[in-house]
């Protein structure tokens, strides 16, 4: 019954109750990393593009375990995030905290910066008849030196022998690499003790054995329900604090 894109229409859900798709994905990466350490592993690595490449970011600014951060598709300049979609609009972080900043948050731990292209978004859906409501909002792949200059920036922050560890993977001439390049893969595993292989690639799961769309349509549900959960339980909090 709208356009608006899933990430927008639980967006504005959560926003009724002060809550915000970023955090909640970012306790999902937390809550992720609480059942690793309970199983015994100590070292724990995240790495995302696109969207998980902003909530890559975000979990590691926040939790001192994860060691090594892949952001690939997504780290840059904000000035401009007013064209970007609703869903990464945050109230008053910019004052603060741009990308540079959140990643001066990480250090001394890895961050590995993937300049590759962005996916492309350039708008909601086309509305049907009588159903729209989606802001405008669009995603566009940054040049290479506006990627760099926030990494640099990043740098910045720390005395010269300061072990920020901060590495910025691109292609030739800086041109973008795709997503997961060998070079931003040995970074993480390399730091977390392991040891990278090219050649040993484990073969991907078809995408018919992953049921992508049901995964998506649990994982939106899970979310939907309780937002709305809370909204109830606020209206009861409210009636019992008025009697």
């Not at 002060?18 to 970012?26: K, T």
Request: hydrophobic share 35%; charged share 25%.
């Amino acid at each position: 019954f709208t356009n608006q894109p899933h990430r927008e229409w639980f967006y504005r859900q959560a926003y009724e109750m002060g809550f915000h798709p970023i955090g909640y994905e970012v306790q999902k990466v937390i809550a992720l990393i609480d059942w690793l350490e309970r199983v015994g592993v100590n070292k724990a690595g995240v790495a995302g593009y696109g969207e998980g490449g902003l909530i890559a970011l975000y979990a590691a600014a926040l939790e001192p375990r994860i060691q090594s951060t892949e952001v690939s598709g997504y780290f840059g300049p904000r000035e401009r995030l007013w064209e970007e979609p609703i869903y990464r609009n945050v109230f008053g972080l910019l004052e603060q905290f741009g990308d540079a900043e959140l990643a001066s948050m990480i250090a001394p731990r890895q961050l590995i910066v993937e300049y590759s292209e962005v996916p492309k978004v350039s708008g909601p859906p086309s509305a049907r008849e009588g159903h729209g409501g989606a802001a405008p909002g669009k995603l566009t792949t940054r040049e290479r030196h506006e990627v760099e200059a926030q990494v640099n920036r990043a740098r910045e922050v720390f005395p010269a022998k300061f072990p920020a560890q901060f590495e910025l993977v691109h292609g030739q001439e800086g041109s973008p690499v795709p997503p997961g390049s060998p070079k931003s893969i040995r970074f993480v595993v390399e730091k977390l003790g392991g040891k990278y292989s090219p050649e040993r690639k484990q073969a991907p799961a078809k995408l018919s054995e992953i049921e992508v769309e049901e995964r998506q349509r649990r994982q939106v549900q899970e979310l939907v329900d309780y937002t709305q959960h809370q909204i109830t339980r606020a209206e009861r909090h409210r009636d019992h604090d008025h009697q």
